[in-house]
């Protein structure tokens, strides 16, 4: 490996206005220019100088002896920078790349990953030249390529062996800024490194989300998960993100009458910030985890009640959406063949699928009699339009019909104003609630006094090991109560980032391709290029994030 040589000699003055000035060995180190006085060395004046060739002109009666000074100091410093230089050289990488993790990354997951790169190269030099380190003297392209073989023969997936070889790379820049070193030149650029490979994202089908959504589980713990899930997965927000959720981050708005609970907050993995509306779904989530105890004793009965008579899953209550089996009350004729056969006096009780069902029984037995008779088909369906008793029944289906919808849509405005006096109400509370307990988290995957000396701003992206362990575990913890809930509504298995990765999906399921817009998703889903969000998903177009938040809420609850 070749050294420095960046090294010169200059005329310094230590005021522009001086007619004298000292002679400086200028050399480059980390990144900068530094400047070495020579020792024994007068001061001499600007005209005796030769900038061109950084020496002392012949005009100074002591040119010779000040030039070999000069020559000789740069030498000498030649051979203890070079002599330097070997000793860098020596250095055993690991050992050294260890040092950098733990010196200059504060990230516990950046630390985590890169010291599982270094590790797997160092089993790698282990296997290779059975010794636990190399010196940086040593590396070279082909350890590199022979890295790169290893890592294929070992049948690792893409994605791992480019994650190895990149943290490799950093590493080796690390070093080469830190010590001032110069590696042979290409040698970064000749490792080796596989393309990743993008990872198909598991999304939730659309049946398989609706149990989740309306299938309350006996389990008070996974009952949690399964709502907590259903939280991320109407926000969009990591699990991270959830996890972390305070009180604090919970912004109440009443502004003339328009009621909007919002989440602000900074996100976890990438520092982006958060500006979620809260929809109803999410509303109902949140006062489902409010500490009852901690409300005033008439809110907290309020609260108690509305949570009984709305549900998270309303489809019973659409008002496009018509049941068979609804029974109705009304007056009949009850001269009609067909009805009095089975009522006696008004007002009767019928359904859908009881009109349907005599209708149909009446129409086969006057087919079956013409039949007998044998009349022609055609007759006999004219016989049949033309029957004053089936045209009655036909215009009784039309009405219970009618009546249903009309009932639907009665219960549906209904709902819908209870929907949004509950939201009015819990805007009140949760402003309220939030004054007193802003440090307390929203759901209970972490302790609150865990993360109580942490700041929020930037301290979650940057835990202690105590408590990115206690992350972690949540985390773990987490994905296994989804798993048990997967296995008992018999559905494929899910993650805490299937929800994130299925929110976008169910937007484009319910409103369609071309009414999504790719920008407000992006907002939605924090990402902070839009090349990310079309990993999720392609071409689309609409108006307005919130809108996104509010249409997915609404599908889903029947509206």
Request: one cysteine or more; aromatic letters at 10%.
């Amino acid at each position: 490996m070749s050294h420095p040589t960046k090294i010169r000699t200059i005329f310094k003055k230590k005021h522009k206005e001086d007619k004298t000035g000292f002679i400086r060995i200028s050399f480059r180190q980390d990144g900068k220019t530094k400047l070495l006085r020579i020792p024994n060395l007068p001061s001499i004046p600007e005209n005796n100088w030769d900038f061109k060739n950084d020496r002392v002109k012949s005009n100074h009666k002591d040119y010779k002896e000040l030039n070999q000074i000069i020559e000789e100091s740069k030498l000498d410093f030649i051979n203890s920078k070079e002599q330097n230089i070997d000793e860098k050289y020596k250095i055993n990488f690991v050992e050294y790349c260890e040092k950098i993790i733990d010196n200059q990354y504060t990230k516990i997951s950046t630390k985590k990953r890169f010291k599982s790169s270094l590790a797997y190269f160092q089993k790698f030099i282990r296997d290779s030249f059975k010794k636990s380190d190399i010196q940086i003297s040593e590396l070279n392209p082909t350890i590199f390529q022979n890295f790169y073989n290893y890592s294929i023969q070992g049948e690792l997936n893409p994605n791992s062996i480019s994650q190895y070889i990149s943290t490799i790379k950093m590493l080796l820049l690390k070093i080469e800024k830190n010590e001032d070193l110069d590696f042979p030149s290409g040698l970064l650029r000749k490792i080796p490194t596989p393309k990743k490979i993008s990872r198909k994202r598991k999304v939730i089908a659309i049946d398989d989300f609706k149990k989740i959504l309306s299938s309350k589980i006996d389990n008070s713990k996974l009952e949690e998960a399964r709502l907590i899930f259903l939280f991320s997965s109407f926000t969009s927000m990591r699990f991270s993100d959830v996890a972390t959720l305070k009180m604090s981050n919970l912004f109440t708005i009443n502004s003339n009458g328009k009621y909007e609970i919002r989440i602000k907050k900074v996100q976890k993995k990438t520092g982006g910030r958060i500006n979620n509306l809260i929809n109803y779904q999410s509303m109902m989530i949140i006062a489902k985890f409010l500490n009852k105890e901690l409300l005033e004793k008439g809110d907290r009965e309020i609260l108690e009640n509305y949570l009984n008579i709305l549900t998270l899953y309303n489809t019973e209550n659409s008002k496009d959406k018509i049941s068979e089996e609804t029974k109705i009350s009304l007056n009949i004729n009850l001269d009609n063949k067909i009805l009095k056969r089975h009522y006696i006096q008004n007002p009767i009780l019928i359904s859908l699928k009881e009109a349907e069902k005599y209708k149909n029984n009446y129409t086969t037995n006057i087919r079956y009699e013409l039949q007998k008779n044998n009349v022609d088909d055609v007759s006999i369906d004219v016989a049949i339009t033309e029957d004053e008793n089936l045209i009655y029944i036909e215009n009784l289906i039309k009405y219970i019909r009618k009546e249903i919808l009309k009932e639907n849509n009665s219960k549906f405005n209904q709902l819908q104003q209870m929907q949004f006096d509950f939201y009015k109400f819990l805007t009140s509370i949760l402003q309220n609630y939030k004054n007193k307990y802003p440090n307390s988290f929203v759901f209970p995957l972490l302790m609150d006094n865990d993360f109580s000396g942490i700041a929020e701003e930037n301290g979650f992206s940057n835990p202690s090991v105590e408590q990115f362990k206690k992350l972690q575990k949540s985390i773990d913890t987490f994905n296994k109560k989804l798993s048990r809930i997967a296995n008992l509504l018999k559905i494929p298995k899910f993650t805490s980032h299937s929800g994130r990765h299925t929110y976008a999906s169910l937007l484009i399921a319910l409103k369609g391709t071309d009414n999504v817009n790719i920008v407000d998703l992006m907002k939605n889903m924090g990402h902070s290029q839009v090349k990310q969000t079309i990993e999720y998903v392609n071409e689309l177009n609409t108006d307005g994030a919130d809108e996104l938040t509010k249409l997915l809420s609404d599908k889903l609850s029947g509206g």
